[in-house]
């Protein structure tokens, strides 16, 4: 049996699959599932209230990636000073 395509901008929103461990991914999706209850349903609303905090969390992580980056390459250079 095949599950029906969500037909409201909540169902819709509700049915994005955040893994457990995404906390701000679930912060995101739950405000705008907040955003909806309280009738900001628009879809091109909803998909405004999603751009910006993923804009910024993409931003945090390429900050992140970027510092990771730095500091295994600083450990690669420790390692190969020690021989």
Do not use: C, F
Request: negative net charge; glycine residues 4%.
């Amino acid at each position: 049996m095949s599950e029906e395509a969500p037909s409201t901008v909540a169902e819709v929103v509700e049915s994005w699959n955040v893994p457990a461990e995404a906390i701000v991914a679930a912060r995101i999706r739950n405000n705008i599932l907040v955003a909806i209850e309280r009738g900001y349903d628009d879809p091109q609303l909803v998909a405004d209230l999603a751009v910006g905090p993923l804009v910024m969390a993409l931003g945090q992580l390429e900050v992140e990636l970027a510092d990771a980056r730095r500091r295994i390459a600083d450990l690669e250079k420790a390692v190969e000073a020690r021989g």
